[in-house]
Structures are given as structure tokens and as C-alpha cells.
């Protein structure tokens, strides 16, 4: 289990520490660490943490030019003559970068769902990790636990499969569950997530509008130039619901016209003229489902 600093944060434990936490680990063959050349290391597939050529990559590839890679990349035989990397992406990348010949190698044999959740467990350690890495990591290991609970080699000790997702991060499984739910956002407004610019509940909330609905929401955003709140996004996320979300009515709603509700009312007194003195509010609301409903069907027979 991580351990808790004074601070209540959590303290990460060691990388050969993460062979240990959920999992009941069968014994694993495990070589010396070993000089590799960077090209026969391949990356983890669907590997959700970006790699990308930042100032902090070319910090670490003079590092590396000047250094060498001093930890080991972990990998694991991918069964063609090369290696999978479980954990790292980017110090293999800088290696190539800056020109190494070779790297140390430190080669485990695990299954695919014991190299999945130690390869988001290391990974998570990063510094800096955009909410749309955490959410797929977050998906990627509740997959391979939930495949390790089905064929019985989990230690769950009456944990949620969520809770053990978290346990790395010192994520409850109810943030766990909302990191989830940005996977069902479109590529457009994850972006708007990693930018910072659409705020992490409000982003939560949206993914529960149709793919379709998402693009016309980025289409109004980019138009606008406007991010929904929090009860903003509760309120796309009702019409959505109900079938009653367009475009005009984002525009209305992120521009904070309150022209928007999903309730039509009357009072008796407004009605009162249109109907018999004698009809009770309960005779009026009839009366006018009739109506409706009979111009409903007026309608359908003339576009027969």
C-alpha cells in the first residue's frame, strides 16, 4: 500500500515495490540489467502517456548525451527478437535522440495484464501528466485488474476495483470514476481538458452528451470563445438527456441568456379566458393535451 507523510500526500513506493500490491504475482524470470541497442525496444501498445519534445526532453536528452541513461529501462520480451517497454518511454526516446548506441535493460516475463498495471503504476510517477493520460492509464489498468479478478489472482480484500485503480495516485474511487468518464469526450474537447481552458468536473459532466452534441458544443466554443461552468455543463447535460440539446440552445445558455428551461408554465389567470369558467386548472391541462394532440394529428395528415 502507498504510505502517508505527515502531510496526508501520498509517498510513492519504490518501482519493485509495484510487483507487489494487488496482484498475487507468480515468480518472474528476470535478467541481469543488460546493454540494449535503443531501436530493439519497442513501445508498450496503446501506450497512454505522451512522449513528446518539450524543454524538459531536451533537458533530458543533453542529461543523457552527457550521462548515459543511469536507470534501466524495464521491458519484457515481446516474442519477436525485441523488447516492450513497461517503463521508460522517454528515457529510450532521449537515448535515440541523443545518438546512444546502447542502453541498460532490466527484462521481466510477465502476462499482458500484470505488464498493463505496472506499466500505469510507474508511469504515474511523472511529474506532470495531462488528465487525458491519467484517464486512459485509469482505464487501461481497471481492464487488466478486473481480467486479473475474473481469473481469480486478485487480493482485493473487499476493494473496489476503482479503489485499486487509485491507489498509486491516492485517488478515491469516485475521482477514479470521474477521470473514466473523460474518456467518452471527443479528441476536440480532451484537448480542451489538457489545455486547461474546459475545467476537469465541468469536462466530466459533459462527457455524458452524445459524440454529436460534443462537436456541436466544440463548434459553439471555438465560436465563442466560451467554457461552460460546472452548472452550466449540468444543465447541457439535462438537455441532453431529454433530447432537447441544439445549437442555438448552447449558444444561449454559454452566453447566460436564461432563456432556457425545460418547463413551460401558466398561471390560471393567463389561461382563464380560453376555457369555460367552470374548468379546473386540472380540466384546462386536458384541454390542452387535446389540442395539441389534435393539431398533432392535423399536421401528420398533411404531410401524408
Same mark, same amino acid.
Not at 524538459?56 to 524495464?74: D, H, K, Q, T, Y
Not at 478486473?146 to 487509485?166: A, C, F, P, Q, Y
Not at 413551460?264 to 394532440?293: H, K, M
Given at each position: 500500500?502507498?504510505?502517508?507523510?505527515?502531510?496526508?500526500?501520498?509517498?510513492?513506493?519504490? $518501482?519493485?515495490?509495484?510487483?507487489?500490491?494487488?496482484?498475487? &504475482?507468480?515468480?518472474?524470470?528476470?535478467?541481469?540489467?543488460? %546493454?540494449?541497442?535503443?531501436?530493439?525496444?519497442?513501445?508498450?501498445? %496503446?501506450?497512454?502517456?505522451?512522449? /513528446?519534445?518539450? @524543454?524538459?526532453? #531536451?533537458? +533530458?536528452?543533453?542529461?543523457v548525451?552527457?550521462?548515459?541513461?543511469?536507470?534501466?529501462?524495464?521491458?519484457r520480451?515481446? *516474442?519477436? @527478437?525485441?523488447?516492450?517497454?513497461?517503463? *521508460?518511454?522517454? #528515457?529510450?526516446?532521449?537515448?535515440? $535522440?541523443?545518438?546512444?548506441?546502447?542502453?541498460?535493460?532490466?527484462? #521481466?516475463?510477465?502476462?499482458?495484464?500484470?505488464?498493463?498495471i505496472?506499466?500505469?503504476?510507474?508511469? +504515474?510517477?511523472?511529474?506532470?501528466?495531462?488528465?487525458?493520460?491519467?484517464?486512459?492509464?485509469?482505464?487501461?489498468?481497471?481492464?487488466a485488474?478486473?481480467?486479473?479478478?475474473?481469473?481469480? !489472482?486478485?487480493?482485493?480484500?473487499?476493494?473496489?476495483?476503482?479503489e485499486? /485503480?487509485?491507489?498509486e495516485?491516492?485517488?478515491?474511487?469516485?475521482?477514479?470514476?470521474?477521470?473514466?468518464?473523460?474518456?467518452?469526450?471527443?479528441?476536440? +474537447? +480532451? &484537448? $480542451?481538458?489538457?489545455?486547461?481552458?474546459?475545467?476537469?468536473?465541468?469536462? /466530466?459532466?459533459?462527457?455524458?452528451?452524445?459524440?454529436?452534441?460534443?462537436?456541436?458544443?466544440?463548434?459553439?466554443?471555438?465560436?465563442? &470563445?466560451?467554457?461552460?461552468?460546472?452548472? &452550466?455543463?449540468?444543465?447541457l447535460?439535462?438537455?441532453?438527456?431529454?433530447?432537447? $440539446?441544439?445549437?442555438?440552445?448552447?449558444?444561449?445558455? !454559454? #452566453? @447566460?441568456?436564461?432563456?432556457?428551461?425545460?418547463?413551460?408554465?401558466?398561471?390560471?389567470?393567463?389561461?382563464?379566458?380560453?376555457?369555460?369558467? %367552470?374548468?379546473?386548472?386540472?380540466?384546462?391541462?386536458?384541454?390542452?393535451?387535446?389540442?395539441?394532440?389534435?393539431?398533432?394529428?392535423?399536421?401528420? @395528415?398533411?404531410?401524408?
Amino acid at each position: 500500500m502507498p504510505r502517508e507523510n505527515s502531510a496526508g500526500r501520498i509517498s510513492f513506493r519504490p $518501482l519493485d515495490d509495484l510487483f507487489e500490491p494487488t496482484v498475487e &504475482q507468480p515468480m518472474y524470470r528476470e535478467t541481469l540489467p543488460t %546493454n540494449l541497442s535503443p531501436d530493439r525496444l519497442k513501445p508498450f501498445p %496503446n501506450h497512454p502517456f505522451k512522449v /513528446v519534445q518539450d @524543454g524538459a526532453m #531536451r533537458e +533530458l536528452v543533453e542529461s543523457v548525451r552527457e550521462n548515459g541513461v543511469i536507470e534501466p529501462i524495464l521491458c519484457r520480451p515481446d *516474442g519477436e @527478437g525485441g523488447y516492450q517497454i513497461i517503463s *521508460g518511454h522517454r #528515457r529510450q526516446k532521449a537515448a535515440m $535522440l541523443a545518438g546512444l548506441s546502447e542502453v541498460p535493460v532490466s527484462v #521481466r516475463e510477465m502476462d499482458d495484464h500484470t505488464a498493463t498495471i505496472v506499466m500505469v503504476d510507474s508511469n +504515474l510517477h511523472r511529474p506532470t501528466i495531462l488528465p487525458s493520460e491519467k484517464a486512459f492509464a485509469f482505464k487501461m489498468k481497471l481492464a487488466a485488474l478486473e481480467e486479473k479478478r475474473s481469473m481469480g !489472482l486478485i487480493v482485493s480484500n473487499g476493494r473496489r476495483s476503482t479503489e485499486m /485503480v487509485g491507489e498509486e495516485t491516492g485517488d478515491n474511487y469516485r475521482n477514479v470514476m470521474r477521470y473514466l468518464r473523460l474518456t467518452e469526450l471527443t479528441p476536440k +474537447l +480532451l &484537448q $480542451l481538458v489538457d489545455s486547461g481552458r474546459l475545467k476537469f468536473h465541468p469536462a /466530466v459532466e459533459l462527457s455524458y452528451l452524445k459524440p454529436a452534441e460534443q462537436e456541436t458544443l466544440h463548434t459553439v466554443i471555438a465560436e465563442t &470563445q466560451k467554457y461552460p461552468t460546472l452548472t &452550466q455543463a449540468k444543465a447541457l447535460k439535462q438537455f441532453s438527456k431529454a433530447s432537447a $440539446l441544439n445549437k442555438e440552445k448552447i449558444l444561449l445558455l !454559454l #452566453r @447566460g441568456e436564461k432563456a432556457l428551461s425545460t418547463k413551460i408554465t401558466f398561471s390560471i389567470g393567463e389561461l382563464r379566458d380560453f376555457f369555460p369558467s %367552470n374548468y379546473s386548472a386540472g380540466d384546462i391541462r386536458e384541454a390542452i393535451f387535446d389540442i395539441l394532440e389534435a393539431r398533432q394529428r392535423c399536421r401528420a @395528415g398533411k404531410e401524408r
